[in-house]
């Protein structure tokens, strides 16, 4: 299978590229596009700032590149705030694949911390990125900035208030916990996710 990791200027590539190595396939970490079209499957990673990963998506073109894949691709993280329409990090129009906005946590009380840091369940999954799943699964959090439950919610946590662990739409797929980082849970995801 050939799957393609689009390289760009965010952190954990090489975490989901070790993760795709543990389950046995060769990823290809690259900004070519014809590469990314011509892959299989296509992961869109991320670990840091919404607004300037979109500059350098649109001083690039890979905004417009990525928007246009046919295959199933797989944001995670940033990468799943980055599909969405507007991120309040920042600013910043998104790519707009999801008709939704991207909105930063408020403590509520005391123990409320900001970011979400650490493990908690995901429920209330329908996408066949969670076939085999139990009703909730622990997966691994970081991040300060949240997508609210809308129309494209495919699992929900709870933290502060509920919102979408995953996003689904068309042949876009999208995590806001790292399954790379997941231990069995994750592998199971990314498993699901390249037998699409």
């Not at 543990?22 to 990314?36: F, N, P, Y």
């Not at 980055?82 to 707009?96: H, I, K, P, Q, W």
């Not at 939704?100 to 403590?107: D, N, Q």
């Not at 959090?141 to 129309?151: C, G, Q």
Request: a negative charge; aromatic letters at 10%.
């Amino acid at each position: 299978m050939n799957v393609a990791i689009v390289k760009y200027n965010a952190g954990n590539i090489r975490s989901v590229d070790y993760a795709m190595k543990r389950l046995g396939v060769e990823a290809v970490i690259t900004a070519d596009k014809e590469t990314l079209l011509a892959a299989d499957k296509v992961i869109f990673p991320g670990v840091g700032e919404a607004e300037t990963t979109m500059n350098h998506l649109r001083n690039t073109g890979m905004d417009q590149l990525i928007k246009a894949l046919k295959q199933p691709v797989l944001g995670v993280c940033l990468g799943m705030q980055l599909m969405c329409r507007y991120s309040e990090e920042g600013g910043t129009d998104c790519l707009n694949i999801f008709d939704t906005e991207v909105k930063r946590f408020i403590p509520q009380k005391h123990e409320d911390k900001v970011p979400h840091m650490g493990w908690n369940t995901i429920g209330r999954t329908s996408s066949p990125l969670f076939n085999g799943f139990t009703e909730e699964e622990f997966v691994y959090f970081v991040h300060s900035f949240y997508v609210p439950l809308n129309d494209f919610t495919v699992a929900e946590t709870n933290y502060i208030q509920p919102f979408s662990a995953a996003l689904h739409k068309d042949n876009f797929y999208a995590t806001q916990f790292h399954p790379e980082k997941s231990g069995a849970t994750g592998e199971k995801i990314l498993r699901n996710f390249l037998d699409l």
